[in-house]
């Protein structure tokens, strides 16, 4: 389907979305996070997708939400009547990726700059890239907010500390991509003109894999993360028995004997 705030385009097995407010700076508006929830619902009912890559357009990530755009809550909600669906009753995701309920995995390409709700993609995506141009900051306490669940989200990506240092010193201090590196919130730094040259190589090479085996792994390590160690082991266990008795969990060791690469069917 047609889209006006963002690009969504499939090439193979992946989706690519791509933010495309760039006068904005991909400040997010209710019909921009519309579009979203469409797109990310097209790619995980899209049998041909098995990935994933979420980027920006112009010289910024995103910057959050749109300040021309926000109630008086300080939060976009969506253009759907004010408390009419139950996502309305949860937490604001605005820009989010479905990360609790969707199977297939996203990766992140930063691209710039990067905050408020933007940073959203950072602490729910599966893999985090980052240009070399990219920064990092939450600007909610600067204009009069409290920085909810953006940092609550930090502060399980980042040490502590680090969280609440971003936190409260807002719009007046910017963590570079080489220090999100180094303190692990993003997995690599790639020079600006290769950024998603590389997401695609990384996403081709996560598709080469079983995608049902990938999904499962993600999901076990995603769900298990907010139980207790014996019960996420246990979730995982179910996840590895459930693809057991699918094809493709007898053509990858045929393959192997074989020494021929698996032709996955996702079945």
């Not at 992946?14 to 209710?30: H, K, Q, Y």
């Not at 041909?48 to 109630?71: N, Y």
């Not at 893999?127 to 900051?137: C, G, K, N, P, Q």
Request: net charge negative.
């Amino acid at each position: 389907m047609p889209f006006d705030t963002i690009d969504y385009t499939v090439d193979g097995h992946t989706a690519t979305i791509t933010l495309n407010r760039p006068d904005a700076l991909n400040a997010l508006s209710p019909h921009m996070i519309t579009e979203l929830r469409c797109a990310y619902d097209e790619a995980e009912n899209d049998d041909k997708v098995w990935s994933l890559i979420v980027t920006g357009a112009g010289r910024a990530f995103c910057t959050g939400a749109d300040v021309k755009a926000i109630p008086g809550d300080g939060k976009v909600i969506n253009e759907r009547p004010y408390l009419s669906t139950y996502e309305q009753w949860e937490a604001p995701q605005e820009g989010t990726p479905p990360f609790r309920t969707m199977t297939k995995p996203v990766l992140t390409a930063v691209n710039g700059v990067c905050c408020g709700a933007g940073l959203d993609w950072v602490t729910t995506g599966d893999i985090v890239i980052a240009s070399d141009r990219a920064s990092f900051f939450d600007p909610h306490v600067s204009i009069g907010l409290v920085a909810g669940r953006e940092v609550v989200r930090l502060a399980r990506v980042l040490p502590r500390t680090v969280a609440l240092r971003m936190a409260l010193m807002g719009k007046h201090e910017r963590m570079s991509a080489q220090r999100a590196y180094e303190l692990g919130m993003v997995t690599e730094v790639v020079e600006h003109d290769r950024l998603l040259e590389r997401a695609q190589e990384i996403a081709a090479i996560v598709n080469s894999n079983a995608p049902l085996a990938v999904r499962g792994t993600r999901l076990a390590i995603v769900k298990g993360l907010n139980v207790p160690l014996h019960e996420a082991e246990m979730l995982a266990e179910s996840f590895r028995e459930r693809v057991t008795r699918t094809e493709d969990a007898l053509e990858g060791p045929k393959a192997f004997i074989e020494k021929r690469t698996p032709d996955w069917q996702c079945r």
